[in-house]
């Protein structure tokens, strides 16, 4: 259970939540909503005690399990095998039972002996209650649900994408909460956009794990259709008023309720303005007349007092108008690709792959989790070398690449200096601009952009990528962690981009905006024609 009193949370100056109550209690599965960038990342680590409030209480009972968007490496060479096996200490308890086995093998004496016998009685009874012997199987049955194949469990961490990394870390903690042995009961799942980089089947089946979940859980999520199923109560940021609605609703309930919450705060806010108005221009009239000049002030504090004790209506929030710069000049073919061949040790993941991307052109990379997407998008990024191939730079070609992790923002420079980096040469106001209309503007600029909400981080990578008047831009799932009014105007403005684009993407809106002509479908490196056909294999890939 998690008991949160007096909150109040900052960034910089600028106050996110203030005066707030919460708690989470076995049973509760709350989603955690509110534009990017109204804190509720900030809520989370606060809830998971990575981050201290600016003023407050957080009382944590059992076990919290947190799920942040861009889990770091604890240590790159453990195995992923292991790293699940983590998440209820048998990892450690494993390496205990096998020193305990050399001990009985060779003791000094018959003391050392019983003593040693009596160790692994200990581990093994405590590894046999927490389902050690069935572990292996029941984590590389978690871990497939989440479209990891059971070869990755005897890879090293290091060796994942950002993506397999992140499926690696909620597989440990869906693991961790398995009621089975009773490892999970009093466990608090905390979990950031926990869809992402998820298909169809794996989001269907972590629904169900969630539904049937009897601990506490808050989850955030832009996927309203996983709101809509497993949410029994809303915690709703509105960065307006700094402050947090909570409802103790399904989701369906919420939205309706939400709603008519808003339609009753303007009417009243609306009502109390009206009769502010009147009365201030009454004391106006009554202030010229000096007898009368108390009762005018007194009547001009009655308004003031009127507007104060009427709850502030939620105020629209801004909502980014982006626009992508025009692309450079450049060539009829500035991105050409031959023989692309990847393999990692005697997995091959991809096999003579060739793409020509002509001035303009719009391609989707198709095919199911571990077919290589992210990587080809990697090596003709550059950011990776084929075993075989190359890619060729046609005449002009400026490159933007998008990485799924935003592995190309440096997150201890700030939000200016990321994107002056990038375009050393624009000139100050267009860079500011184009910022602006990201909505990353004031003291933002100086922010480090590992503070950043996932959404904003998408913002300023999306920034980054344009400010340089890129003419061909490698997507890989920009449409992540972004609010549902954010990812509109994004994939508005991916539709009006003048330049060539090769998007990879699990979100069928996207790749609608983007009207490809092209679609490369992974490993076999298949091209065709795009049709509509193609959409149903998209939330599956």
Known sequence: MITVADLELRAGSRILVTDTTLRVQPGDRIGLV???????????RVLAGRERPFRGTVQRTGQVDYLPQQPGLDDPHTLVRDRVLSARGLDTLLRDLEKAQVEMAEPADEAALARAVQRYGELEERFTELGGYAADNEAAQVCAHLGLPERVLTQTVSTLSGGQRRRVELARILFGASTDHGAGTGTTLLLDEPTNHLDIDSVTWLRSFLTAYAGGLVVISHDTGLLAEIANGVWSIDAGRGEIDIYNTDWATYQTTRAADDQRLR?????????ATSLRTQAARMGANA????AAKQMARRADTLLADTATA???????????PAPAACGRTPLTATGLTKSFGPLEVFDGVDLAVDRGSKVVILGRNGAGKTTLLRILAGVEQPDAGRVVHGHGLRLGY?????DTLDLDDGV???VRHQAPDAPEQQLKDLLGSFLLTGEQLEQPAGTLSGGERTRLTL??????????????EPTNNLDPASRAQVLDALGRFEGAVILVSHDPGAVAALRPERVIVLPDGTEDLFSDDYLDLITLA
């Open 416 to 418: 200016w200096a990321n």
């Open 291 to 294: 007898t009368r000049a108390a």
């Open 34 to 44: 509110g534009r990017n960038g109204s804190g509720k990342t900030t809520v989370m």
């Open 314 to 324: 939620r105020r629209g929030e801004r909502t980014a108008r982006i626009r992508f």
């Open 463 to 476: 920034a980054t990528l344009v400010s340089g008047a890129a003419n061909v831009l490698l997507l890989d």
């Open 402 to 406: 998008f990485a799924q992790e935003h």
């Open 267 to 275: 009417r009243e806010r609306g009502a109390a303005e009206s009769k």
